[in-house]
């Protein structure tokens, strides 16, 4: 850097150098030099000067909206997706649950109520097929 630094610093003193020496050599002499570079180079500088002022800090500027623009996008993603592995686990988890978990089985008799509806269930699956069904009219 500091190479950079002082190289800079030196083409800039040669640079102020020739322009003295040019200005001083057009005040002995009363003529201009480089008379019709002058235009052309006004137009270089003033182009170069828009193009530093201007599209320069527009291109950082749009950039800098699509990098936002993006940055949304990659939240917005992670988010939906971490919400869908999220949804997605827990359905594993309950679908363990449902397989893992057996409803007790009572060591007791059954109430009055269920006996007899077991019994009837019983002689209905005795019955034949045809006597079995019922049919609402």
Request: no cysteine.
């Amino acid at each position: 850097m500091t190479l950079f630094l002082s190289t800079t610093l030196g083409i800039s003193i040669v640079s102020l150098i020739f322009i003295l020496t040019l200005k001083r050599i057009e005040m002995r002499t009363g003529r201009v030099l480089f008379r019709g570079l002058r235009p052309l180079t006004g137009r270089v500088l003033g182009g170069s000067v828009a193009f530093v002022e201007y599209v320069i800090p527009h291109a950082l500027r749009r950039g800098a909206a699509g990098v936002v623009h993006l940055v949304q996008n990659i939240v917005r993603f992670t988010i939906l997706h971490g919400a869908l592995l999220f949804e997605r686990t827990l359905e594993v988890l309950l679908h363990r649950v449902r397989e893992k978990t057996r409803p007790p089985k009572g060591n007791g008799e059954a109430s009055e109520f269920l006996q007899e509806v077991a019994e009837h269930k019983r002689a209905l699956l005795q019955q034949p097929e045809s006597k079995r069904t019922i049919f609402d009219d």
